[in-house]
């Protein structure tokens, strides 16, 4: 299967869209004062040596308003606070989600077979349903659909799966397994058993509960579709099915050509879901996985967002969460997040301009030899080759202006410095060609370190590579 969370090896349509796009034009403001914010970036990485940044204190909620600066990497934070950001219904968040899990656990270990299905579906219903009443009056003023869940028994989806027969298998995740099902309804699902077989119970509970939380809490036409979950003998996500598979098995795994216009349309749909995740919907989400492989297609080639299992949730007032264990894909982890653990926005256009490039070049973000897409295509870019840097398999059939604009907007998204790669509204604009690359690169040089006199040469990025693998192997 595509794209194991690598770390794996390191540690591992329509209507909505035009609702998105209003409430985009109120996000104005805000994103100034989010820009705002991430200065404090810089004054943050000039007085803290990386040791001090990965070692940074653990944060409970009651610390959200003196911590501006940093978080480590506590699951319960998804859980910790409201989308306001209001001190003590952080605290209330936190005492529930501990108070779930310490009973969860007890059952659990004494009632090791009755464990889920006795407390987990019972605790997670609390926690959506708490979950959704403070989206509910975050969402007041807009008219985005509510979404609606089930929860549904193990016999429901022993039925809709032909018991988990190994022919309705349709993806295999470092995490899941994934199945194709049909409800009693008609409607065509994937279910998605957690396996995470490397993690005792407590820890499996804790990523459920917050992938459960994240994507129930998110709507979007690229991103993916929460239709319910069972915790009845295992622990299941039951999500929209998508025809075409994953973007990895699409572009890697045929060697059929997936054409230029199904690349720009995919390359454009990521970019609104992640301007989405990180602007738009009630929290911040950082994805911290996207890779070709967690991007999943509809019958029309629209592309969603999916894996939650790393996302966090980016409180208001944080400027970036820093996390240990680092855990991603190689190949598509910004050096700032593999070298300290820092994970903000930045870290998602990071990884989305490798996307970028394996759209363009057809090349997988790691080669069989563990070369670097990054490091291989730089170079091109900022020669703007595009002539070396197409998929061959595209021959002369893409329009150039949009080639042009996807290896400009890579370029900017793959930036060692995360305050100078662009922000996805910026990214958006880009590749909606909206705003000329000359006013880009005023804007983002702004007196600063210049996008292409780089100082950071594929040199440091080599060596950054490779303290990384060395501290993967330690
Ligand atoms: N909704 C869906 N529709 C169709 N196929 C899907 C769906 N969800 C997942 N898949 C398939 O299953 C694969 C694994 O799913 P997913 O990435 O969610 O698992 P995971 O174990 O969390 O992965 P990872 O190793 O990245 O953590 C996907 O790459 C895709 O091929």
Known sequence: MEGRRGAADVQRNGENKKQHEAKKEQDEKKEEDISNNNNRDDQYSS???????????????????????????????????????????????KNIFDQIKRRSMRRLSSIPLLGYEMILPKNIRRILSKNRSAEEEANDSDDIPK?????????????????????KLIGQGGHADVYKGRLSDGQVVAVKKITKQEKNDEDKVDDFLSELGIIAHINHPNAAKLI?????????????????????????????RLDWDIRYKVAAGIAEGLLYLHRECPKRIIHRDITASNILLTKDYEPQISDFGLAKWLPEKWVHHVVSPIEGTFGYMAPEYFMHGIVNEKTDVFAFGVLLLELITGRRAVDSYRKSLVLWAKPLLQKNNIK???????????????????????????????????????????????????????????????????EYTSTHYIQDLNRHMELVME
Not at 70 to 91: C, I, K, M, Y
Not at 147 to 167: H, I, K, M
Not at 230 to 242: E, I, T
């Open 228 to 256: 319910g979950y069972s915790a009845d003998g295992g622990l299941y996500l039951v999500l929209q099915y998508l025809h075409h598979g994953s973007l990895g098995s699409l572009i890697h795994g045929s060697d059929e």
């Open 388 to 454: 070396e840097i197409a998929d061959p398999r595209l021959g002369d059939v893409y329009d150039v202006v949009e080639m042009k604009r996807a290896m400009f907007t890579a370029l900017c998204c793959l930036h060692h410095l995360p305050d100078i790669r662009p922000n996805m509204k910026k990214v958006v604009q880009l590749l909606r060609g909206e705003n000329a690359p000359v006013e880009m690169k005023q804007r983002s040089m702004g007196g600063r370190a210049l996008m292409f006199s780089d």
């Open 47 to 93: 007085s803290s040596s990386p040791r001090g940044v990965l070692e940074s204190t653990r944060l409970g909620s009651s610390d959200l308003d003196n911590s501006s600066i940093s978080s480590s990497d506590d699951r319960s934070s998804s859980f910790a606070s409201s989308p306001s950001g209001e001190l003590n219904q952080g605290v209330y968040w």
């Open 147 to 167: 979404p609606s869940w089930r929860n549904f028994s193990y016999g429901e989806l022993v039925e809709a799966t032909d018991n988990f027969s190994p022919d």
